[in-house]
DNA sequence: AGCTAACCGAGACGGTACGTCCGGTCTTGTC
DNA sequence: GACAAGACCGGACGTACCGTCTCGGTTAGCT
């Protein structure tokens, strides 16, 4: 039972943020990020701009809120990673999965409009790192802290450096464009991180 | 003796060349990012906007100029890395200093602003990379192979991999605010990456 | 009882929809027309360049409509000249008027601005002669239609031509800076157009 | 043997001008007046654009020495109407040659920049009066006398009245295309001007 | 069923900056 | 030493969006 202050328009209202941020995403995809505009979106969505400006500051924000948004429906609540007990394995599955991701043409203009917002905005990279980002490492950390438990990983690794050590590179190459994202470099990259952080 | 191939208007250009290069550095780590605009580099330039759009297609291209001449003007030719014969004691240095420009609140600027730039644009990420980031990372791997000779590193490491383990996590932790920027943290990536690449 | 067409944005779309006319009329009075600029009469107007844009399609047409608007004002519906019955001392009197006119230095510069305009675009010459010289023209025919009715003038001239051969050498004279615009001037056009017209 | 006071570029200097003064009216006959600028003529006359602020403050001194170089290499020297003897068939002459010239379509453009141009700068206005306007003027005038040694016209007639009664409707009939230019219309204003002023 | 008030779409508004064009000046190298 | 070529500073052009502000027209829930 909602104790909502006014009458309940939300069923309205929820519809116009999906149109929304569905816009938001659409026009990332298919445009430069620098053509994607508030009216654009407004546009797209059916929406008037004042419906937008209600909800979210800035474009910035409605962009975050459109990527986030999208994870946000993928997981129930809790993302899981695969545990078969080999860590390298499992390690290899989730970087060939990043790299298969980082090869989509749309996630790849997603992204990179999402990094472009959070690397000159300090808030929206809080909330990405909360949302979307902190999330994601738990789940990581957790199947580190069972490689630990089964030996297989140095007992006083700093974990948040693992994952850094193995996946900032990838992240890296990806955003500057600096070489190619194979299946071979997530392996090496694999086998670097178990080098540096093995047992 | 100078054999140029155009005309000899270059005094006059280069001394406009200078001042637009000049002032969109100031704008650049004065202002918000977004606040730089061609017309106020041409007002603080003293230059007309024509004279912007006659060298560079977009503002982008005037900032990643700008940026890169920074470089250009330091490094009389070649960048050449200490070399000790201690490795770890090298690298934590280089590393050390990175730590502290990513603590300089005017690099910290310009650097985001180059990064936002070439994230979206591939000639121009291309253009960073010849120019700012390769010889660098030329230098960087000059050492790395004196390393190898020295039997301090694996005589079979792939040597970007090894500067993007090294690097790349710090880089990202920056760019992302992901974590504090410390020296225990800059002897740590050091740490890591001699354990993965360690003879 | 209004019936008007469209929503009632009326009040603001009036309110700035004024103060550009009053805008462009103050620089044309003020300064050299051609430094009359589109930005000016914004500005001087409180008003975005767009909403000048939006309603008409360049300087020229805001001028005019400006000019226009002026007269628009003036006139309840109808204009009528005097009829003491003595032709002669009747047109006597409107030519001195425009006499008069012509030296008020910021008519002058109405004009001046409102003939380079018609005169170099049909569409807002047609305008003009609809809205302005129509229907001062047909306030003179009528007087001149109720002297041929008294026998003061011939009862087949061609009243289009009497006007222009009365009005007309005083607006050349005045375009063209040919010669003094004096009372005398004005009364010796009455004459001869009496002479050559009279019955 | 002319002995100029520099070394002779007098032959160049002359096949410039010549070249902008063609290239000017050129572009006027072609090309809306707005957009005849500086630059174009420079450009079509294969001239620098100095060369021409070397000779003239502005464009518009440029056009109207455009225009009046015309008729100067028109007439010898002197502009001599016809004198029959019968000064309605004369001027009956004049007047339809006059509608004729302002049927042409170039000539129609020429002389409508050139009235732009003269009706917003007193110094030009003069210059045309002067040049152009003037000559042609005192050759009527010349006539007009005649006439009235033969008796056709009032000995005691204002000869520049009679000129602005003849042909200054006419001309604003043109300038603000507010009515047909025929053959019959130019007669009548003859008509009329005898009227006026026969004896 | 009718009322009422929040909310919406639409889009005009005052602004800022865009990228282009041209005016008038200044510089360089050629003829 | 005048010239063509054209770069330069300045500033207006007309357009695109920004974020704010009405405006009527739904669309609830409440009477």
């Known amino acids: 039972m909602s104790k909502e202050k006014g009458p309940d328009h939300s069923r309205r209202k929820e519809r116009s943020r999906q149109a929304i941020l569905a816009a938001a995403r659409a026009l ?5 990020y620098e053509k994607v505009t508030v009216e654009a979106i407004a546009a797209r969505a059916g929406v008037g701009k004042q419906t937008i400006y209600r909800r979210w500051p800035s474009k910035s924000a409605v962009v975050v809120a459109a990527l986030l948004a999208l994870s946000e429906d993928a997981d129930g609540q809790s993302v899981t990673l695969p545990d078969t007990g080999d860590l ?8 060939r999965a990043t790299v298969e991701e980082f090869a989509d043409p749309s996630f790849d ?7 472009t ?3 000159n905005d300090a808030a929206l990279a809080a909330e990405y790192r909360e949302k979307l ?3 994601l490492d738990e789940a990581k950390k957790a199947r580190l802290r069972s490689a630990q438990k089964a030996g297989q990983l140095a007992s006083d690794a700093d974990l948040d450096l693992v994952l850094e050590v193995l996946y900032a590179p990838l992240f890296l190459r990806w955003l500057h464009r600096s070489g190619p994202l194979t299946t071979a470099y997530a392996d090496s990259l694999v086998d670097a991180t178990l080098r540096a952080f093995g047992p």
Do not use: F, Q, S
């Not at 990332?28 to 430069?32: A, C, H, I, N, R």
């Not at 203009?109 to 990094?115: E, G, P, T, V």
């Open 28 to 32: 990332v995809t298919e445009e430069t």
């Open 117 to 119: 917002e959070i690397a």
């Open 133 to 135: 980002a902190g999330p």
């Open 88 to 95: 390298r394995a499992d390690l290899g599955l989730v970087m």
């Open 109 to 115: 203009k997603l992204i990179r409009a999402l990094n």
